[in-house]
């Protein structure tokens, strides 16, 4: 059985070979569904930012020197407001009302805010409150520079990306094309969401969680249906699945004598690197390859399907987007309860976590195995817990990821 990381190798260096500059490609996205994509193109500004020397108060601008002594009475010359252009000059003694977004006069240094003012008629006004030399104002270019790269080739678009793309004019953006997925059932106690079971059947779920789970990496699931335990209806729905970026089957690839998934891939030509896992759950976790397309065997039980896509089919897609950062983002929590390893596997246990006082604080959550997704969704992590390692104790550090 492969460690886990060992495991995570085998899937991104076979990635990496076959890495070629034209495989994925990209794609013109609108600004609007530009979220979460990878961009594909350094971004350079426009303009300076801000565009020219702007007020950031409501108030009065002013030379700062004639701020610096208050109170002061200064002559209102006229009024500079977003949008409208100012042609004004400020001279020793004068002012002119700005509204915030508004160019500044010439020869304006500082904002004296408008709630530090009286109104003493209409050409003049007296300021209570002094301001420094810059205060109240941005001068152009104090945020950035035209010609500056403000996005990097391969950066996931945040939130704040947005606004600073539609700040520079990018109303559509080049992003890498999305991974497509098919996602293949597997199993005769299978029934469709909108279906009602038998007292021997279960819905399949597992279609829905690695749909979703595809979606959130940045995939775009094809949902292939529900293959029944036998070889003809196994080889039909996964040999039509091969022409995607990444094929899924769910279920069928433990030992049971209808586990027949391993069978197929093999007699469809698929190069397979590894078929057994030290992780728990998650143990029966299948990769390999058919040309171009990466082929997963999950294990059917929810928890385990949706832990080993996270562990070895996530970072693959965010490496096929071209992201930065592929890799599950690992982090620290104190032990809140004991947690216990298989001295053979390690562990991925459901738990919650919760930050306080300055640090994550860590509980397993009650759960009954592997198919228990009742258990799951009312945790928000998994305790990962190196194999042989024991019990480890509360109060102890352990390593876990956010799983929602
Ligand atoms: P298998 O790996 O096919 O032996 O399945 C292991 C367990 O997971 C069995 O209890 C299955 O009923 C269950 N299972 C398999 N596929 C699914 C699915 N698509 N949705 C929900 N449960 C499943
Ligand atoms: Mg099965």
Redesign the pocket.
Same mark, same amino acid.
């Given at each position: 059985m492969l460690p886990i990381e060992r495991g995570l190798e085998i899937v991104m260096s076979l990635a990496k070979s076959k890495d070629r500059p034209d495989r994925m490609s990209f794609e013109p996205v609108r600004l609007t569904d530009a979220l979460r994509r990878i961009v594909r193109e350094d971004v350079i500004a426009d303009a300076d930012s801000p565009p020219f020397d702007k007020a950031i108060r409501d108030g009065f601008a002013a030379r700062f020197e004639d701020l610096a002594q208050v109170p002061v009475v200064l002559t209102v010359i006229g009024e500079s407001r977003a949008g409208a252009g100012t042609d004004l000059t400020i001279q020793r003694g004068q002012c002119c009302e700005v509204m915030t977004g508004a160019p500044l006069p010439a020869g304006a240094s500082a904002v004296a805010m408008v709630e530090d003012t009286e109104r003493l008629s209409p050409n003049s006004v007296r300021v209570l409150k002094g301001a420094r030399e810059n205060q109240g104002l941005l001068r152009r270019g104090a945020e950035g520079r035209r010609g500056e790269i403000i996005l990097r080739s391969g950066r996931q678009v945040g939130l704040a990306d947005i606004g600073l793309l539609a700040g520079v004019g990018k109303a559509k953006i080049n992003v890498s094309r999305k991974p497509r997925v098919a996602v293949v059932?597997? =199993?005769d106690?299978?029934v469709e969401v909108d279906e009602n079971p038998n007292t021997d059947q279960?819905?399949? %779920?597992?279609?829905y969680t690695i749909c979703a789970q595809v979606t959130g990496a940045g995939g775009e699931p094809i949902a292939r249906g529900i293959a029944r335990d036998n070889l003809d209806d196994l080889r039909a729905k996964i040999g039509r699945a091969f022409d995607h970026d990444i094929v899924i089957v %769910? =279920?069928?690839? %433990?030992m049971?004598k209808y586990?027949l998934v391993e069978q197929v891939f093999a007699e469809f030509g698929v190069e397979i690197l590894f078929d057994k896992i030290a992780m728990k759950p998650g143990k029966?976790t299948v990769f390999g390859h058919r040309g171009e397309t990466y082929v997963f065997g999950l294990?059917?039980?929810?928890i385990s399907t949706m832990v080993a896509f996270h562990m070895f089919v996530r970072p693959l897609i965010l490496f096929l987007l071209k992201a930065e950062d592929t890799s599950p983002k690992v982090l620290v929590a104190k032990l809140e309860s004991p947690a216990k390893c298989d001295p053979e596997r390690a562990a991925l246990v459901p738990a919650l976590v919760r930050f306080d006082a300055g640090q994550y604080w860590i509980k397993t959550a009650p759960w009954k195995g592997s %198919?228990d997704l009742i258990g799951l969704s009312r945790a928000n992590a998994l305790i990962m817990i190196p194999r042989q390692s024991g019990i480890l104790e509360q109060g102890e550090s352990a390593q876990f990821i956010f799983m929602e």
């Open positions: 059932a597997t =199993g106690e299978l279960i819905r399949n %779920s597992n279609t %769910s =279920g069928g690839v %433990s049971g586990d029966p294990p059917g039980n929810p %198919s």
